[in-house]
């Protein structure tokens, strides 16, 4: 696994983890996959399917390279943001559960709409169990990130106010299930009345180590967005210098992609 991710808790501010990359050229790899739009092939690829090499247009190589190597400044933090959330996918798949479904990643900095959504999903009962909304976040300052953006945007989605998008990306990943018209009226009237959610930050941080002190100190005030800590969620991926890790981990990846073997 190109991931670490053990139990890290932020008592009584929330549950979490905290990442460490134990294989980054996998990692690499992972998201090479991911940009080149073969997410699929990378859940197969955690799952130990064989990796096989691709072959990738030419133009597609080129707007990934200006995707990848970037000039200074806020190009290099979107840049960083679209890469943090791949990384947030790769986590969230290594951690799902069986009948747990999980959205695919943007594949452009400038994608608007949720980093991620995980949906629960009950074969026998045929509705959802939970929903995880995703607010990940690329960031030198996570305090202020978590504070400012974070808390409101969860904020948003337990009010109701974007239960139009909430509806609209669950019922996406669930026509697998093939649902019937009773069965998707349900389907609404459980994610709008019950409004099963969780809420789930994910936030760059340094120093390393990263202590429990430092992540609760960095996730106060999460405790009013549920009353249910198992429903609110805060990893840390602890870097010694963020910046400079992206850009060595892009480098990396857009090598994958230069070589085509991905």
Not at 148 to 169: C, G, M, T, Y
Not at 227 to 242: K, S, V
Request: charged residues 25%; contains cysteine.
């Amino acid at each position: 696994m190109p991931l670490q991710l053990p139990n890290f808790p932020a008592n009584p501010e929330c549950g979490g983890k905290q990442w460490a990359v134990i294989d980054e050229d996998q990692l690499a790899t992972l998201a090479a996959l991911v940009l080149i739009g073969r997410a699929k092939h990378a859940e197969n690829v955690l799952a130990g399917t064989q990796r096989t090499v691709t072959i990738v247009p030419d133009a597609l190589k080129e707007q990934l390279r200006r995707q990848l190597q970037t000039a200074a400044g806020p190009p290099t933090y979107h840049r960083d943001g679209l890469l943090f959330e791949i990384i947030s996918w790769i986590a969230a798949r290594i951690t799902a559960a069986p009948n747990e479904l999980i959205s695919t990643p943007h594949l452009k900095s400038t994608q608007q709409g949720l980093d991620t959504i995980k949906v629960g999903f009950d074969p026998t009962e045929r509705n959802v169990t939970r929903v995880v909304v995703y607010e990940q976040k690329c960031t030198e300052h996570a305090r202020n990130r978590f504070r400012d953006e974070v808390i409101p945007a969860f904020d948003e989605w337990k009010s109701h106010k974007r239960d139009n998008q909430l509806v609209q990306a669950v019922t996406s990943l669930v026509e697998r299930f093939d649902l019937k018209d009773d069965e998707e009226l349900r389907l609404y009237d459980r994610l709008v009345q019950a409004h099963p959610l969780a809420f789930q930050a994910a936030l760059t941080v340094t120093p390393t180590p990263f202590e429990t002190a430092r992540c609760v100190a960095l996730f106060e005030g999460f405790i009013a967005v549920t009353p249910d800590i198992a429903n609110r969620l805060g990893d840390t991926f602890p870097l010694a210098d963020i910046r400079g890790w992206f850009a060595t981990f892009a480098a990396r990846v857009w090598a994958k992609i230069e070589a085509s073997n991905v």
